[in-house]
């Protein structure tokens, strides 16, 4: 099997570029901060702190999360059988998967899950420690990033789009915030792999993005996109 490690901060497109490669390449894609999120999306709907590791621990034992995918090969997430695909982009939920996903407990809960997908599937996977901690062997690794600018501006056209109603400051404030928490995390914290090829994507269109990354994919294992 052929696993592809795409890390990097939120915003910089990871999700929509792995997703685009997959389909090129036929691979699975698997998008872990979409689970991080639905952990997060569980404790806030209970009203829960999720800053407060021993709540959030005690509720993993009660959760059930599936990932499936739709005929169109979409990833949804499932909590409690219930799509919540939708609700885990809202911003608030943003920072309750940073703060979930800082808890080493949280991490350790879910790593079975991404490794097992990569073990039965060609997958590309992103998140923020997948080169460094989920598949420290992958095939490929890449660090995907941009500026803090340019990455609110894309999730703020995404949010829009989608109906909701937030102002740039708001999203651009919650990327630094979530920045800074991930890189200062104790438990598996943002960072590159030292075998990660790093690509800034700040003045990358998103076609270009996803050439730059399937050239590397074609690099390192010899398989050639659609």
């Known amino acids: 099997?052929?696993?592809?490690?795409?890390?990097?901060?939120?915003?910089?497109?990871?999700?929509?570029?792995?997703?685009?490669?997959?389909?090129?390449?036929?691979?699975?894609?698997?998008?872990?901060?979409?689970?991080?999120?639905?952990?997060?999306?569980?404790?806030?709907?209970?009203?829960?702190?999720?800053?407060?590791?021993?709540?959030?621990?005690?509720?993993?034992p009660e959760l059930s999360i599936d990932l499936r995918y739709n005929e169109n090969g979409e990833q949804r997430m499932f909590l409690s059988g219930v799509d919540v695909s939708g609700e885990i982009r809202r911003p608030e939920i943003s920072m309750c998967a940073s703060n979930v996903s800082a808890i080493a407990e949280v991490r350790d809960y879910l790593t079975d899950m991404q490794r097992n997908m990569a073990k039965r599937y060609d997958v590309i996977m992103d998140g923020r420690d997948i080169g460094t901690v989920i598949l420290p062997d992958a095939d490929v690794k890449v660090f995907l990033t941009a500026s803090a600018d340019a990455r609110a501006d894309r999730r703020y056209k995404e949010l829009i789009n989608k109906g909701s109603k937030v102002s740039y400051e708001e999203v651009l404030n919650d990327m630094k915030r979530r920045d800074e928490q991930d890189i200062n995390r104790a438990a598996a914290p943002l960072k590159a792999a030292e075998d990660a090829v790093y690509l800034d994507t700040s003045s990358m269109s998103f076609d270009d993005s996803v050439k730059n990354v399937c050239r590397l994919i074609s690099e390192k294992t010899g398989r050639q996109p659609k």
Request: net charge positive; aromatic share 8%; with cysteine.
């Open 1 to 60: 099997m052929i696993s592809v490690a795409i890390d990097g901060p939120s915003g910089a497109g990871k999700s929509s570029v792995a997703k685009k490669c997959a389909e090129l390449f036929g691979f699975v894609y698997v998008d872990t901060g979409a689970i991080y999120r639905t952990i997060g999306l569980a404790a806030f709907n209970r009203g829960i702190d999720t800053k407060d590791s021993t709540a959030v621990i005690s509720l993993l």
